[in-house]
């Protein structure tokens, strides 16, 4: 990893059933700005809010085709992330055991609301998923550190760039016009300053 200059992209889905949302983002992963691959992080539907599952599936799926798939573990609601009871590492096992049952295969995860704990790093250890909740640090055996927002990444991108950028957003972002562009903007110069690279090589 010292010296090489390498960058990664991800999308933290939210709002997967939300169609204007849904949209912006299907069109951007096509897209691929800047030659970036976008891993779609998604959280599963949550049947008790009335989330459906056969929509979920068939967007799933389209953005699994794509670029490599990530779980996305709200513990709450759908709008609350962090855990508020329960057991959260019991929730990634469960999360990630239905995903696969349906043909998906989630090779990252990252804690809703950057949540974890050590019984969740464990979990999503024991799972093999590479952990993206830490938001610092250099990519190792199973950790692929989230490091830029769209905000700090705008502001990286003309000025001094670290050697390894993990680059993330929200689909919600993608709703907002200003965003958007600054967003696609900033993945456009990110690819110019540096090479796109495959996220699971990065964390073996």
């Known amino acids: 990893m010292a010296g090489r200059r390498l960058a990664v992209v991800s999308c933290h889905l939210e709002r997967p059933l939300d169609d204007d949302a849904w949209r912006r983002f299907d069109a951007l ?38 670029a490599p798939l990530g779980l996305h573990t709200h513990w709450t609601s759908p709008t609350h992330a962090r855990p508020t009871g329960g057991d959260p590492a019991e929730r990634v096992r469960r999360e990630a055991a239905w995903m696969r049952e349906r043909g998906l295969d989630p090779l990252f995860f990252c804690g809703g609301g950057w949540y974890t704990d050590a019984a969740v790093r464990a979990a999503v250890a024991e799972l093999g998923l590479v952990d993206c909740t830490p938001r610092e640090g250099w990519p190792a055996a199973g950790v692929l550190p989230t490091t830029h927002s769209p905000g700090q990444l705008a502001r990286a991108v003309v000025g001094p760039l670290p050697l390894y950028v993990h680059a993330y957003f929200h689909d919600f972002d993608l709703l907002d016009p200003r965003r958007r562009t600054m967003l696609g903007v900033a993945l456009r110069l990110l690819g110019r300053r540096r090479r796109p690279a495959d996220p699971g090589s990065l964390a073996k």
């Open 29 to 66: 992963q096509r897209r691929r700005p800047g030659g970036f691959g976008v891993v779609a992080l998604i959280r599963p539907p949550d049947q008790d809010f009335g989330e459906q599952e056969g929509p979920w599936l068939e967007r799933a799926r389209t953005a699994a085709a794509r």
